[in-house]
């Protein structure tokens, strides 16, 4: 009867959104759609485990968008527990494992969609295999291990927005936190300066963080449970638990094997409808691809359920006859650990560098709302701008309430090519609860525009 | 010594930033600048009135940006309680009349800013004269009124943002509060059905709104003092305090004696540099003046105080032997009652009629915060697009914290002339703590490009 068979590999954002949205544009008759997922839920927000751990959502079948028997309900031939080992691309076909009874089949499809999401990386360490090192890959089993632990003491590994996350979460449940990164500062995707403030805040709430610190060791207890954290520069950090937050790689296991092309990072390589470079019937999204940066005119690897659900939407209509497509991203990204938000979209100064740009910059501190307006909190806005043209580059922001949206009216910017003059013209709303009459973002863009014009070309 | 001479008539935001960019720009040996204001402060935070009145603010200086004396250090000679009475363009010279003393006397001009900004509305109706009729033109007055009465009921006339916000002020200084307005809904630089939502909040907490009415009397006690208001609709509602919030219009009494030309709306009609159209020595900006509508193609008058800063930084620069412009609005707003805020951007149903736009709208309701994020409330959205081409006209934004300055996303891409396309595929902030994976205002334009889709051409 169906004419089509749509294969999905993945079955969460990206893939259940393609799945979906496939479904929306064809019915049964015209497209069977069968999606593969190793675990036993869809469309999980891997982003909301953060808050779960702290105890901020208090059920994991919150984070659940949809679930397996609602994606069923509407005709999507959903199976769970099942892991996608093969592509058989010049078949048209994959091989399935059922992982509870260990059976395995081939199957068939016109049509593919490739969303093996990305999986957080574990270095080669010795003592890397004791118990009590968790990462986000398993959020039942941190939880669980934190249930169990009660402990006092959490190390988290990284601090980049997992592990800041992570340790607010954990300072949430009454640990007491270090946090062990590589870099100057924490949040290394801001400029050092820009990390500095949020160094400063995580001090402020009582976490320990350690800069430059090289992890070398996870010691172990006699029943291999992990008590230690060392560092090459031989400090010995106790620990209950241990977190690693240093970062995911795209899953792509299944992609090199079928020779499928692969970016710098290591993403699936895509066109602009999400199909895979020179694979008409095959598409790929989400947090295996590598996806455009329209402001350093690479592809990067930026996994972040915002691109995966709208990969998911721009796939979907593809696979379902449609069409659409995704431009591409400028690198936005918000985050927050306690009051402080953080934010940042376009380009860091070395992302500038790399992409051989000349720049200038502009720091500038204001307030969220009017200085008079009660509970102003400070806001600092730093802005790249390129010295010749006067284009914007980038804006970071790390503030109090109000500074993480802000970055949007950047990320649009950035998105329009705009120079800093025309920012500073931009038409934003104010009223004393929420802007001073001169939005930070504007006073940056002012900044910049000196900047711009005393550097000459 | 002075080469040249820049007097500055009206000493607030607009004014006051001229004279302190255009001194930034020029030495005192370059320009003397002399500037009027009949007030005894400068650089005011009009728009922080609501917030001292309801007591969020403590002191009336710390809506002060900058004092007289602040202002005098910086060699601008400011002349307060000084108003200017006629303006005389072919003689290059102005006529000035110090308030407390009497006298007057011409000064000449060799470049003339005028930054008089606007009054509020009184209607002319029988007992408008009372004492307790108040406007913010005076917060003073208005807080020594509220003093004094301690009344416990309230009449507001007018539902835009002064009314609104005036509202909230008197309900946290304990009183009852009444609102009646014209129109259909409350707030109505919204369209009705988004208003709906404002008035629904405004119920909810306890402020009476009377939606059509049409005050036709002020009735007072023996003792001059208002004690109810009636209207056309034969009710009447008492009041120990009556704040008229009815808008405000363009002073330009002087501008108008000496044939400056005015627009539609009463303002002043200038070029992009904010010199006034025909006089190349000339500026003028603030609430006097109108601006350029980006996306209707026409001028309007836009009180507000952001505006005005943006304009006096574009005259400073002008006048001070710089060059700067000022492109033009999209018309954002941004506003709050109680935990409830309120924006638009760009045009509402009646404005695209008005622009002889053929269009389609979508409205959403989503959630602030990821769903499952503690205290998510609700965000609607409204969105129109032009019809053939899909063009972003304007957006209308109701809800919990963040809704407000969400609408900044719609300013910028309505500023770049985006699509609903376009804005569906912006690489906007996510995280949970400040967005569902698909940002409201993403949701909105998804439906907006649908609407478009089935509207044809």
């Known amino acids: ?8 590999v993945g079955g969460d954002a990206a893939g259940m959104s393609a799945a979906s949205q496939a479904r929306r544009l064809q019915g049964p008759q015209e497209l069977e759609i069968v999606a593969f997922e190793r675990g036993r839920f869809t469309s999980y927000s891997a982003c909301g485990i ?15 968008a949809r679930t397996p028997e609602e994606h069923r309900a509407r005709d999507i031939d959903l199976r769970t527990r099942t892991e996608v080992v093969e592509l058989d691309l010049p078949g048209s076909r994959v091989r399935a494992r059922d992982l509870d009874g260990g059976s395995e089949y081939w199957t068939h499809y016109d049509k593919l969609v490739l969303a093996t999401g990305a999986r957080p990386v574990r270095p080669r360490l010795p003592g890397i295999g004791a118990h009590g090192i968790q990462t986000l890959d398993d959020g039942r089993r941190l939880v669980d291990a934190l249930e169990r632990t009660r402990g006092r003491r959490a190390v988290v590994v990284g601090a980049g927005y997992i592990g800041v996350e992570m340790a607010e979460a954990l300072v949430l449940r009454g640990y007491e936190v270090t946090v062990l990164h590589r870099g100057e500062q924490p949040m290394a995707t801001l400029d050092p300066d820009m990390g500095g403030l949020v160094h400063t805040a995580m001090n402020r709430m009582g976490i320990v963080t350690v800069a430059g610190a090289e992890v070398t060791e996870i010691l172990a207890d006699e029943e291999g449970r992990a008590r230690a954290v060392t560092t090459s520069a031989g400090e010995e950090y106790p620990a209950d638990v241990v977190v690693l937050g240093i970062g995911v790689e795209p899953r792509t296991a299944l992609a090199r094997a079928a020779g499928l092309p692969l970016g710098p990072s290591g993403g699936i390589l895509t066109d602009l409808s999400m199909r895979v470079r020179g ?37 979907g209509s593809g696979a379902g006859g449609g069409y659409a497509t995704f431009p591409g991203v400028v690198g936005t990204a918000v985050s927050k650990v306690c009051d402080l938000e953080i934010a940042r979209t376009g380009l860091r100064e070395r992302d500038a560098l790399e992409a051989g740009l000349r720049f200038v910059t502009a ?16 806001m600092t806005v730093k802005m790249l701008a390129e010295r010749r043209t006067g284009r914007l580059l980038g804006v970071q922001i790390v503030g109090g309430a109000g500074s993480a949206k802000r970055v949007d009216i950047a990320a649009v910017a950035l998105t329009a090519g705009m120079t800093v003059e025309q920012v500073v013209s931009l038409d934003l709303g104010y009223a004393p609860p929420f802007s001073p009459v001169w939005d930070p973002v504007l006073v940056a863009a002012r900044k910049a525009v000196s900047a711009v014009r005393a550097a000459g070309v």
Do not use: F
Not at 1 to 8: C, G, K, P, S, Y
Not at 292 to 299: E, F, H, Q, S, W
């Open 1 to 8: 009867m169906a004419t089509e068979r749509l294969v999905v």
């Open 50 to 64: 953060p808050y779960w751990v702290g105890g901020l959502v208090a059920e994991r079948d919150d984070l659940i």
């Open 279 to 315: 694979h008409e019937n095959v598409w790929a999204g989400g947090d295996c691809v590598e996806v455009l940066d329209l402001v350093a005119g690479r592809t990067r690897h930026i996994p972040l359920g915002t691109h995966a659900n709208k990969h998911g939407q721009v796939i």
């Open 363 to 378: 720091t500038i501190t204001s307030t969220n709302t009017a200085g008079y307006y009660p509970g102003a909190t400070e």
